[in-house]
């Protein structure tokens, strides 16, 4: 059993909008790229140009049908990865202490020297967000970039996790949820942004936004436009009358 | 337990390379990292203006096709049987040597036996260059397969069209129509501008057999009917000039809406324009009523415009406007159940999209001065904006129906004004202000002049003496007038039958043919190995240059191997398909962030190097020798116009020259400096109103994009067209053949039309009542993507989506497979359950099959065992007729590959042992990839 930390204030974590979210995947390759290049062991590609290939990703994309009523199926987009739990379970399960979640920012990471391998923490976590690594042997997950986020060898504005960096419709934010007034935690107020599975009592850092309301003008379209007074000269009768109230007529 | 000990600041690389990526089309800014002189990461740039910072996931995952196993290592010469994969290594001095012992004796005695196509060539100012010098006029790039329609009505309409031609004004519009987009074309800029229009609240519309992607983030979802958007477009035009909600002052000003065209069906010039003494087409002024040629100083032309002259009335096109389209045939109620859509809900959306550019028009205080001299105290604009590709292209009625969301566009008076649609330098460009299509061939000599273009009418056809069609695709012929991309998928096929001639060489680049880019895959399979009654193959020789271990590769004779897109030099340039923003004219380069370890050369060298063998003018020094040493040479040298070549920034011996300039030596470090891209702004008094905006024109001459300002007005009507019409009506010297008469009088009308697809006709479509689509998913790019160890985990297998009507009906649950069929052949295939999806629809992603042996993957692979291609069901012909003719299934304007015309049928079928149909394992020349990959494992 490891415990957890008493809770900071800084709270940092991811916002994805699921308004937003086209399903590109490059949030996925992007984390792939920059993880197997650092932090611990790489992400490993068993069997990469055959029948069965399985890699360890960090984050995926996942794509869910969502049937309303009386109105066209629609298609969500929903990219997941570790969500910082303020109650992690993958923590409290780990018996060797790998599996922590950070004082200073709340980021959970395994610490891979420590991590044997058991995958207690990916069975304790309810989202499925964990990965073993076939080859390393040693957990894998989202480590919010923290080699990324501090790092001093970086621009300045590039200290955001890969997956943030690099999303074309700018469906994902980065920042400290922890801090009401910061510009990720107002947008989940003023978007409904909503916590995944609350009920587990995980109380995840990362949230979602909802997709906006669809189909509007399906449900209730627009009226008919008048028709034109026709009654003089038909439509070109109309279209005469029109173009005398032109700007620059006669000028 | 304390928190272990963190480096938070690690090293991030030993060196960035900013170069261009080339996972797809779009041709983002990169930024590569090394580490020990290998590649570590890919990022994008922040400071390119395709992408801005961000990159797809293809973009991303570069790294794996930079390492792929499937990389070809060296020239190979055939030595087993076409298609059997058996090869034998040579050197590049044998494999020049072969490539010229071939070539030569051609060029010298018949150079149209040399047919030269590119697939998917971001170079084709150069390739085009080389087979023009060669003296063959066959010679294109991929278009004709692929999205033609799209840029040639938009050309022949606009003067421009979308992705490379223009873009919706993300920053202004409040609805933004997407037509029958697939997932990867114009990539991130479309995914971009999506992020900022919900950022603003405006409004998405997806118009779209398919909700995935781009239309699953829309907020409303119009599920048409394939084939049908022309019709749901012309409604709302429709529904628009039904309610007088259309942009009278744009199109009197800047449309031919008042320009007057013979109206008498007796006179031989039925149809075209009234014209001056200088052939500048002629308008009635409102303020004095008097003709006068469009551009007269301060007029303002009157739309309604009536003028008989010698006996002959003359109206302006705006009669035609109303004439056509209040007629009951476009009227909602007509149209509803054949597109799919409600008549309410149709009129819904007209209304809607007349509310939002009227009722919201926006103005930006910007003045500006038109062509005739009149100033504009603001620019006003219309905040509604459209895009579309593929999905309404590649149908033979793709063209029209591409004209038709032209017209829709300006009758709302919406394109290049704030929140409209804005062109992208080089554009706006009047269709003739583009060449002409050339064909003259002469044995030792180059063609006389470029090979594609934009026609104007029959005179400009590439026709031979006898009035056959004089390139061995028949572009330019009365089969495809106005195919301003060639037709690349008929060339295998007319080659083969000899159709209109026989051919000696097929040299071929980036085209996978033999695959994914053919329609009808078995049977151009067998058109490749096809041999005469003397055993010789009937398409004697085969030249193909890929980087990697293609499907296609097998069918070549002599195989160059090419670079990946980081070991290689290239320019993506303003003569070729640029990648400008609509504020911004921008070019780019590619360059040897890396250093091939293998013995492979970046094709376009390897062109001039043939070329020199050649002595092929341009490519040659007057001595003799060799003009140009690679292909980085040309970028830099070569001069298209005094001043201007491949590469606008940096010109000039002090490098300060943009867009004209002498060479400058320096000039690729310049690129390489700034981040292997230049950009020159548009000045603010010149953002909008392009075509028509002195300050625009001046600038665009100042940086070389035209050597003097070219003004012109939109094309609601088509004058091109209508000399073909009249052709086909009897009129003029040039006579298409009897049996194209009646296609051609209907398919070239002057104003948008629309007509079922032609494979509705000519299969019985009670047999097959489905449509089968293909979408390209946004995380793979053709076939290039299937061997990528990331991007196939994402993409491994590509199941037959069918929507839950299908689904139910025919009994199938998770795990079954499907027999579908077309007139032309059955495939068996996995399916899967995808309900937010038309009812008459099924569809799968393209291109992610593969063929067992291929890209280096295991013979098991899925790609191999579950995934497949609709090719099979598609036949580069339409089905026979009983005349005795060949009918390609293309349309007949542009002779664009009609795809997405497929009908089918669908039954449920046991599970086989693999996808069918299958073929034979191709030996690979590459052997195959490795068991495990550890990407960045320290040593």
Redesign the interface.
Known sequence: M?TLPPCGTKKLGLVI?L????????C???C???N???YG???????????????T?LNRVH?Y?V?PESA??????FPKSCLHCDDAPCVTVCPT?AS?K??EDGIV?V?E??CIGCGLCAWACPYGAREMDA?AGVMKKCTLC??R??????PE?DRVP?CV???????RHFGDLGDPTSAVSQLVADRGGFDLMPELGTKPVNKYLP??L?????KA????????NVDAGG??G???R??DS?????? | MTAPFLDTSPPVSDEIRKTTCYMCACRCGIDVHLKDGKVAYIEGNRDHPVNKGVLCAKGSAGIMQVNAPSRLRAPLKRVGPRGSGQFEEISWDEALQTAVDWLAPLRATAPEKLAFFTGRDQSQSFTSLWAQSYGTPNYAAHGGFCSVNMAAAGIYSVGGSFWEFGQPDWDHTKFFMLFGVAEDHDSNPIKMGIGRLKERGARIVGVNPIRTGYNAVADDWVEITPGTDGLFILAMVHELLRAGQIDLEYLARFTNAPVLVNADPASAEFGLFLRNDAGKPLVIDSASGTPMAFDSPGILPDLTGTLTRDGITHRAVMHQIATRYLTKEYAPDTVADRVGISAERIRGMAAELARVAFDEAIEIPQPWTDFRGTHHASMTGRPVSFHAMRGISAHSNGFQTCRALHLLQMLLGAIERPGGMRFKPPYPKPFDAHPKPHCQVTPGKPLDGPHLGYVTGPADLALRPDGTPARIDKAFSWEAPMSAHGLMHMVISNAHAGDPYKIDTLMLYMANMAWNSSMNTRGVIEMLTDTDESGNYVIPRIIYSDAYSSEMVAYADLILPDTTYLERHDCISLLDRPICEADAAADAIRWPVIEPDRDVRGFQSVLVDLGARLGLPGFVTEDGGAKYTDYADYIVNHERRPGVGPLAGFRGEDGCGQGRGAPNPDQLNRYIENGSFWMAHVPAEAAYFKPWNTAYQDWAVKIGLYDKPLPYLFNLYSEPMRRFQAAAEGHGDRQPPEHLRERLKQAMDPLPIWYPPFEDGAVDTDAFPLHALTQRPMAMYHSWGSQNAWLRQIHGHNPLYLPKNIWDDHGFSEGDWAQLSSAHGAITVPVALNAALNPHTVWTWNAIGKRRGAWALDKDAPEATKGFLLNHLIHELLPPKGDGLRWANSDPITGQAAWFDLRVAIKKVPAPDAAQPQFDTLASPVGQGPQLLEQGKKS
């Open positions: 490891t909008d308004d937003t979210c086209v399903g590109c995947h490059a996925v390759v992007s792939k790229g920059w197997t290049e650092n062991a790489p992400l490993s590609d068993a069997d990469p140009y055959g029948a069965n290939p399985l890699g990703f794509s049908e049937q066209p199926t629609q298609l969500i987009h202490g922590y950070r004082v990471l610490n020297d420590a080859a923290v080699d986020i501090y790092n001093e060898n970086l504005i890969a960096r690099t999303c074309p419709s700018g469906a997709p906006r669809k189909d509007t003008l399906a379209p627009p009226k008919a436009m008048p028709t034109v439509f070109l109309w279209l005469d029109a173009l032109l700007p620059g007529k006669g000028e």
